[in-house]
Each structure stands twice: as C-alpha cells, then as structure tokens.
C-alpha cells in the first residue's frame, strides 16, 4: 500500500522541498565565504527519503552549486562524470578557489546550462587554478560576480585573470558583472570590462572610505554598450558620499541619470474583495486578523548590517486601520522593550496606567540605558504578568533593598531573570529572598552580597524550578547556599569569570553536579582539584571554557587520566580577543 507522500504530484512535492534546498541570489552572490559553512546535516540527506524525493529534489540541489573546498569539487566532478545528465541541471555555479583538475570536469558537464557565475581571486600559491582556466572558455553565464576584495597576488590569480581578460571579451550573452571591490581593479579586467561586447550593467561593492571616484571606472565607462553603473554602499558618511556624488557630476559619462517610480505599465484594477462572511462575523473577524497581527508585531533580532532608516517598527501595521490598531496594540506590549529609556517610560507608563489590560497581557521586558531602581518601582506594580525580565549592560545597578522588594513585587510570576547588577548588600542577606521567585527557571545572578548560611536561613525548596543559572561576580556563600537548597530542575550552570576570580563551590558541585548536562567554567575551576568536576559531572554533554585576556587558555586541564563517557561538545566563550596558548 502506497504512503500519502508517495501519491502526491511531482510538482507539490517539488513545492515542499524547494524551501528546504533553495540558496537565494543574496546567498548566492554573498562575498563571505562563511555563507555556506554550516555544521549541519547535508542538504543531500533529502534525496534518501524515497525515490520520489530523489526524484524532484535532484534538479532543485544542483541548480545551485556553491564550492567551498577541493574535495567538493572532486565529489561533484565524481558525480557529474558518472551522470553526464546532471550537468544540465547547474544553473549557478559559485566556486571560492581553484580546486585543481577537478573543475575542468564540473565546467565541461555543465558549460551549456551555468548562467550565472560567481568566482573568487583569493587562492593561494598551493591551490591549483588549472582545471578552471582550462573550462572557463566553455561557458557563456549573464551575469559574472567576482569576488577580488581579498585578491592573493599568486601565479594562479594572475592565470585565471589571464583567461578573464579572454573570457569578457568572448561572452556574447554577459549582460551583468558583479565586482565585490571597489578602490582597485586588476588593469587586465578593466580593458576588458570596457571593451566587453554585451555588458549592459556594472555593480560594485561600496566602501566605508569611498570619497573620491575610482580611477578604473573612467576607463571602464567607455564601453558603448555600458548602460548602468550600481554602487552598493555600505554605512559611511554623509560627507563622504556628498564629495563622491560631486565628482560624478563632473563626468558626463557617470552622470547618474534621474530615476522614475512610475510604473511604465499601468497597473491591473484591483478585483479584491473583502469576504461577505468575514464581515458579518465580527467576532471571527477579530479572531483572524488578531492572529495575522500576532505574527506581524512579533520582536525581531536587528543586525548591525541593516540601516536604521530600514528598519521597520513592530508598530507600522498599527497605522493601517482603527481595526488593526485596536487588535494589533496587545501584541505590541506583549513584549516591551525600551533601549532609552529615559524618553520612552513616560510615555509607556501612562498607557498601562490607562490601560490595565496592556500591562496584564505584558510577558516580556527589556531596558537598557537609564533603568534604574525607580525605573522598575514605577513599571513593574502595572505588568503582574511578567514572565521575562531582562536588563541590558547599560542599565544601572540595583540597590541590594531595592532588589529585595522587586522580588516580592515580581517573583511569583517571573520564569526569567537576566542582566540584573545587584549592589553587595550592607550585611550578610538572607537567601530566604530567593523562595520569593517560585516559578523561576533561569537566574543571571551579578552581585557580591553574602549569604547568611546557617541552616535556619535557607530555603530548601526555594528555586524548585530553576533549570539554567548563570553566575558573573559573586561571593562563596552563594554557592553554599544553593548547595544547601534541592534544585531538583538544575541542568546548566554557567560561570562567567569576566568579573571575578570564582572561588568555593566544591559542595555546590558534589550536590548538583550529578543532574548537570551543561555547563562553563574557566580553567581554574577545571583544573581545582576540589571541585572534581570529571568526576562531580559525570551527565554533562556540553562543556564551556570561558576565557579572556586575564583568563587566558593553556589547554593544561585537558590532560586528564580520567574519562568522561557523556562529553560531545567543548566551546570557548570569550569575550575579547585572547592569545591561546599551548597546543
């Protein structure tokens, strides 16, 4: 009897897969070479599902084909001389060196399909860049990205830039170049990117430095068939680009040309029509559209690479209608998070005084600059539904009296704690405080206080729930203090030594050590014989090193006579850069 799976269309099978083994044009023309370096199970693993798989996915992974080293090229050039037929599937071939002969073979298999090609100039004088030479004439691609940022001045660059120099003047069909440089061009590809007989656009990599028109560029503007020059700028400044765009001006032939945002064909009469039974049912109309929202607010990770200017607030959808604002303003205060906060609170806090149900339906805070302990007294009593509290390293640090009443403002709902400087209180404190926080499942504790450790003081069923814990300064009596408590849920322990020299804890790791699967340390905790973590930590399947300039590595702790059956992982978590030593 045949599977569902089985009876399904080759084209909606082909739909399912293509997500799971499409690479982008951005990945594709990416200059990284890091794009590509993912320690995961290989794409290819699809093919083995079923032959149908096999089937469908077998065009789609070898449309694109990116290269990374030469026993990938030799594995393909296996492949492609077992199955001549799978040449006619690669359309995009990225290759990052020479890779030897092999490239000969993949280029002879596949010269009549590759469209579009990415190369790199960075090899070395022990690769090979033959087999490349040697195929490069077989191809005709549209579109030729270069990768010449880190150009290596070896005799195998200067070959495969003697066969460019060829290849740009014979491609009847490259429409498009795509040069990841921008100060310096080889003066071979410059004569022949301005005598290239179809080349109709030229992008080029923007620079952080770019004041002045690259003297290259001049020359390569001649090409009569030359109709558009992109650069891609990266962050610079204003005055930088105003000096660059200035001298574009003086040359008739760069001018840039104004753009026009008019559509050239006229666009098709809206059809839509909003459903009739949508309508009529408010109540499933706001259950929908609520839903759509949700995903549309929802926080997202903002990398240093995207602009300010585009970046798009979690809040725009909320300008669309009276109906998005009304459904769309819970899920914004589901997760608040103010990095000023200073100019921002005011605001933020009249809303949940106005509005108790936004702060009831708050499950997440950040703030970073200017929180203070009066900050979180006048926000917190409005959010009774926190679960995330986190502080950024810019916030300020917290009076060891206020910490206390924040907890019993907030410990009973509150599963996450972070980023929290606690001042070292006046006395010994009591450790009673901590079974305030009953669902508490991840602590970041940052303070020197001590504990009270006699036996009346602590709480043995405090922190029941507690699965991750992660310790910068302290002092010893914490330790002994949570050696004392059950933590029946403890599975990862991190010690960041960035701060302080950790110290103590030889019965916090006799007690806990046994449930621990993950943890961190330094070396000096590695290698204290009173800890024995070897032996106190026979679970643990990932084991962090923290290092910095003041804790460096010497690799001394490695060599052990003990055996630990459970250990797959070791990671190095710096935060600065450090010099290892040993080997």
Avoid at 24 to 29: E, I, N, V, W
Avoid at 176 to 202: G, Q, S, V
Wanted: hydrophobic share 40%; charged share 20%.
């Amino acid at each position: 009897m045949s599977s569902p799976a089985n009876s399904l269309p080759d084209e909606i099978i082909s739909e399912i897969l293509a997500p799971a083994l499409r690479i982008t044009d951005a990945q594709f023309s990416d200059p990284r070479s890091s794009r590509f370096m993912k320690f995961s199970e290989s794409s290819s693993a699809y093919l083995l599902v079923c032959k149908s798989w096999l089937r469908v996915a077998t065009p789609l992974l070898y449309s694109v084909i990116p290269l990374r080293s030469r026993a990938q090229a030799q594995a393909l050039a296996a492949a492609l001389t077992a199955n001549p037929e799978l040449g006619r599937f690669i359309k995009r071939l990225r290759v990052e060196g020479g890779y030897g002969i092999s490239m000969d073979a993949i280029l002879q298999a596949s010269a009549k399909n590759v469209s579009h090609l990415c190369l790199s100039l960075h090899i070395t004088h022990s690769d090979n860049a033959s087999g490349l030479c040697r195929g490069l004439p077989l191809l005709s691609p549209v579109h030729l990205i270069l990768d010449g940022g880190r150009a290596t001045n070896s005799q195998p660059v200067e070959k495969l830039i003697d066969v460019l120099e060829k290849c740009l003047l014979a491609w009847k069909q490259l429409v498009l170049a795509d040069f990841f440089f921008f100060f310096f061009c080889h003066p071979k590809i410059c004569d022949a990117l301005a005598k290239a007989p179809a080349l109709e656009t030229l992008v080029i990599g923007g620079s952080l430095e770019a004041t002045r028109v690259p003297p290259y560029l001049h020359k390569v503007a001649e090409n009569p068939s030359l109709r558009d020059i992109r650069i891609t700028w990266m962050f610079f400044p204003h005055l930088s680009r105003q000096m660059f765009c200035d001298e574009i001006r003086a040359y008739p032939r760069l001018r840039a040309k104004e753009t026009t945002t008019r559509p050239l064909i006229p666009p098709e009469l809206n059809t839509f029509v909003y459903p009739a039974q949508l309508a009529a049912d408010p109540a499933q109309e706001d259950a929908i559209w609520s839903r759509i929202l949700f995903f549309a607010t929802q926080p997202t990770d903002y990398h240093w690479g995207i602009p300010f200017s585009e970046r798009i607030p979690r809040t725009t959808s909320l300008y669309v209608c009276k109906l998005f604002a009304r459904l769309g303003t819970p899920h914004i205060y589901k997760h608040i998070s103010l990095t000023v906060v200073v100019r921002r609170l005011p605001s933020l806090l009249l809303q949940v005084s106005r509005q108790p149900s936004l702060g009831r339906n708050t499950r997440s805070l950040y703030l970073n600059y200017d929180t203070t302990a009066d900050t979180l007294k006048a926000l917190l009593p409005h959010l009774p539904s926190l679960v995330t509290l986190h502080l950024g390293q810019d916030a300020h640090m917290i009076p060891w009296k206020s910490f206390a009443e924040l907890s019993a403002l907030v410990g009973p709902s509150v599963q996450i704690l972070r980023g929290m400087r606690i001042n070292k209180a006046s006395g010994s404190a009591t450790p009673q405080l901590f079974s305030l926080y009953t669902q508490m499942r991840e602590l970041h504790w940052d303070s020197g206080t001590k504990f009270k450790t006699d036996l009346r003081a602590v709480a043995y069923s405090a922190l029941n729930h507690l699965v991750k814990l992660t310790i910068d300064h302290f002092d010893e009596s914490l330790l002994d203090v949570l050696a004392r408590m059950e933590l029946p849920a403890l599975r990862g322990v991190t010690f960041r030594p960035f701060r302080s020299n950790p110290t103590g804890g030889a019965e916090f790791f006799r007690k806990h050590g046994p449930k621990l699967t993950q943890l961190t340390l330094c070396e000096s905790q590695l290698k204290n014989p009173k800890l024995a973590i070897w032996r106190n930590c026979p679970l643990v399947t990932t084991l962090g090193v923290a290092c910095d300039k003041k804790h460096p590595v010497d690799g001394s702790w490695v060599a052990t006579f003990e055996t630990h059956p459970f250990l797959e992982t070791i990671v190095f978590e710096s935060t600065s850069y450090i010099q290892y030593v040993g080997s």
